[in-house]
């Protein structure tokens, strides 16, 4: 089936546009925000990097237990995210709500210093993940208004490679300190406080104060349009939203969590385990090396393609993390190549295609739907796997996910034909998602 986000008769044209047009330049302000998300990453990653192991060894919990808090680590933003989107929007200040976000990261970590039972990272992890539901929609709607329609994907590339920069260095220097002090986890989360302050400034002090509704305003010569309505269902279902969400509720929920594929890997080797805070660091070489390209590619060929394609990509990972006791060091590798490859496929070219389908007015809202359908889909899968992984084992978990998944892609290919963008601001004829 030939997956088009726009009839053919209007691609070819648009793509030879785009081939003549100069290479514009990323905006400085993307370049800061990525700097931004490099310091907050690698504080949350040198936390995230030893919690696998130190919930299940250090405080005993099992798989299930953990796929609790891996649940609440991966959907609990989803509390907030469509209300600080909804909150940027109608403000017209997403800068000042992202900083109040990833200021509550931050004081989570140094609140971990003293605290380290079971209850306590609870509430952490929540409070953190909280402020990570606050920050990302209006962030990735600062990215797009930032950045010109047609290289959405090159943007939100950049900004994940520079991003994932900082989930590479977060477990490295997690690694360093308990290499240097074995068992000393308090350095870790000192550590992790100090580099999410550095980003905090940044923040605050570089990074523009943009207003997404008076440029767009401005580039059409109107008044500035009235504040978005509140987040509702017609909202989430015009200009094509409605298929994408829906296909990445049907995604998410099959998207076992890395912190589970890095524990199959673990009890499946003896390289796993003796090197564990450096399996993030492989996933992220992959992410930092093709985040830029794929988004290149998605902006050229199709940003859905490209996202059902990262799916693909996915399912390899899990024939690979599910193989046999003493799978070997290739297939290690190989797991998390291709772990990486889906990342940079999927993150920012979600955010892009998401920003293409609907007008500046309701980015952050529409950035923020797409974000909460993926965050409460992983919260249930976490749940899910850790129920099937406790009640038939490592390997046969993830194949079933794996199997899920296969199946999953091809509908998702379906329902992603035929999306169209919503118009620039000042032309008629939509843009390619």
């Known amino acids: 089936m030939y997956l088009s986000e726009r009839p053919r008769t209007e691609a070819a044209p648009a793509s030879a546009a785009r ?57 609990v933003s989803a509390l907030v995210r ?12 997403p800068k000042w709500v992202a900083f109040l976000g990833y200021g509550l990261s931050a004081v989570t970590k140094l609140a971990l210093v003293p605290l380290h039972g079971f209850a306590a990272l609870t509430t952490v992890i929540t409070l953190d993940r909280l402020g990570k539901g606050i920050r990302t929609a209006p962030r990735d709607a600062i990215i797009a208004a930032s950045s010109a329609p047609q290289h959405l994907g090159r943007a939100f ?5 520079l991003d994932t920069v900082g989930a590479a260095v977060g477990p490295l220097l997690a690694f360093a300190i308990l290499l240097w002090v074995p068992g000393d986890y308090t350095s870790v989360f000192v550590a992790s406080f100090a580099a999410a302050l550095i980003g905090l400034v940044l923040l605050g002090l570089l990074v523009p104060d943009l207003r997404p ?10 008044a500035p349009s009235a504040p978005p309505a509140r987040p509702s269902l017609r909202a989430l279902t ?3 939203l409605g298929r994408l969400v829906v296909v990445t509720a049907l995604l998410s929920v099959l998207a076992v969590s890395d912190g589970f594929l890095y524990l199959s890997l ?4 003896d390289f796993a385990a003796t090197w564990f805070p450096l399996l993030f660091v492989g996933t992220n070489v992959a992410y930092v090396a093709l985040a830029v390209p794929l988004g290149r590619l998605a902006d050229r060929h199709g940003r859905a393609k490209v996202l059902v394609g990262g799916h693909v990509l996915l399912v390899a990972a899990y024939v690979c993390a599910a193989g046999p006791v003493g799978g070997g060091l290739v297939t290690t590798v190989l797991t998390l190549l291709l772990l990486g490859t889906f990342y940079a496929a999927t993150d920012g070219v979600l ?3 998401t920003s293409s389908l609907v007008p500046t007015a309701v980015r952050g809202v529409a950035i923020a739907t797409t974000q909460t359908v993926t965050a409460l889909g992983r919260f249930v899968s976490s749940l899910l796997f850790g129920v099937l992984w406790a009640g038939v084992g490592r390997g046969p ?4 996910f794996a199997a899920a998944l296969a199946v999953a892609v091809p509908v998702a290919w379906w329902l992603l034909s035929g999306l169209r963008a919503a118009p620039t601001p000042g032309t008629t004829d939509p843009a390619v998602p």
């Open 157 to 161: 590339g950049v900004h994940r490679t």
């Open 213 to 222: 509704r008076r440029r767009a305003a401005a580039r059409t010569a109107t």
């Open 351 to 353: 955010a892009a295609l």
């Open 82 to 93: 469509i209300v600080a989107g909804w909150a940027a929007d109608r403000l017209d200040r």
């Open 397 to 400: 978990a993830v194949l079933g």
């Open 19 to 75: 081939r003549r047009a100069p290479r514009e330049r990323v905006a400085t302000t993307v370049v800061l925000l990525g700097l931004v998300s490099l310091f907050t990453d690698v504080s949350s990653e040198s936390v995230s990097a030893v919690l696998p192991v130190y919930l299940t060894t250090v405080l005993g919990l099992s798989p299930l237990a953990y796929g609790v808090i891996d649940g609440l680590y991966q959907g």
């Open 238 to 240: 015009g200009r094509g």
């Open 266 to 269: 673990q009890q499946r080797d």
